[in-house]
């Protein structure tokens, strides 16, 4: 009688702990860097309505909002080795030596899982030093919040690259098992990565501005985006096309009595907001459901019975 192997993917479970063991240290950051702030305002020492409260506060919910996205993002590799999985038990053995996943492409995702993580924790560190300066007695200044925006857009633009990468892979190991339903069904990977970029460009709108102009003011995007000599606008991505929204939203804001100098700053974490917002209104039961895969092999023969659970 020929002995039988059960196999599954849960050892990526201990990936997932140590993971979420980071970002809860992250998170940390966040709750004691906030203490004081909520403190002088619960107490009455600090105006409630002015800008640095507004400010603190949707920065706290940004940032809680992105912890609450990115405490799953492992799962992302647990859907491309489950996709492997299932190639390696359909396909021939022939094709199952020269497809499915590498120890390269494995070591790989495994540093881009660390580096997210990495990444997130240097976003709330910049969000405690935020919180120290809003508290202090120093004056306002966007320049303070420049460490934390450009922290939470390279986190996102990587986010968004990764997962567009694991998604292709996984389309390709679908296709090769010709599992053709699963490779043109809508994933939730597809949401997540075109989420994160068109978010991070319009985020980066104002900086795009300034790159050019040296300065965030409204007539240096009108200037930018009516520029006749500039091809580059044509293109989806083009740091004129968000100069444009960026440059119309502001003055429609304008004309309703709403502006400020820290208006970029307000741009920035309304871009922000919005990315969380659109996540998890059209993703969020990914973060719930997931399938679990399981499958046998006989030792004797290599006969793989296919996924099963």
């Known amino acids: 009688m020929a002995a039988k192997i059960k196999t599954n993917v849960r050892g990526l479970d201990v990936l997932s702990a140590v993971y979420a063991f980071a970002m809860a240290l992250g998170l940390t950051q966040v709750f004691l860097g906030s203490q004081t702030f909520l403190t002088k305002i619960l107490s009455g020492t600090a105006p409630i309505y002015d800008q640095k409260t507004l400010l603190i506060v949707f920065l706290f919910i940004n940032v809680t909002l992105l912890g609450l996205r990115f405490f799953w993002v492992p799962r992302n590799l647990q859907s491309l080795v489950i996709a492997a999985a299932r190639f390696h038990a359909i396909a021939p053995p022939g094709m199952r030596e020269r497809g499915g996943l590498s120890s390269m492409a494995i070591a790989f995702h495994l540093v881009m899982i660390f580096l997210h993580g990495a990444l997130f924790y240097l976003v709330c560190a910049e969000f405690e030093y ?60 597809n949401v997540w990565w075109r989420n994160n970029l068109v978010c991070s460009l319009l985020a980066l ?7 050019t102009c040296k300065s965030a003011s409204l007539e240096c995007a009108r200037l930018s985006a009516g520029s006749p000599t500039d091809y580059t606008m044509l293109l989806p991505t083009s740091p004129q096309v968000f100069a444009t929204v960026y440059y119309e939203a502001v003055e429609a804001l304008a004309a309703l009595g709403l502006s400020s100098p820290h208006m970029p700053v307000y741009w920035v974490l309304a871009a922000l907001f919005a990315n969380s917002a659109y996540d998890l209104l059209q993703a969020g039961r990914y973060y719930v459901f997931f399938e679990d895969v399981e499958w046998e092999e006989v030792v004797g023969d290599r006969d793989h019975r296919g996924p099963i659970g």
Request: glycine fraction near 4%; charge should be negative.
């Open 130 to 189: 935020v919180a120290f300066a809003l508290s202090s007695n120093l004056p306002l200044s966007s320049s303070i919040f420049m460490g934390y925006i450009l922290m939470h857009v390279s986190l996102l633009l990587m986010n968004a690259a990764w997962i567009a990468l694991a998604r292709w892979q996984e389309v390709r190991l679908e296709r090769q098992a010709n599992d053709t339903v699963s490779a043109e069904a809508g994933s939730a990977g």
């Open 205 to 211: 709108a104002p900086f795009a501005i300034s790159s």
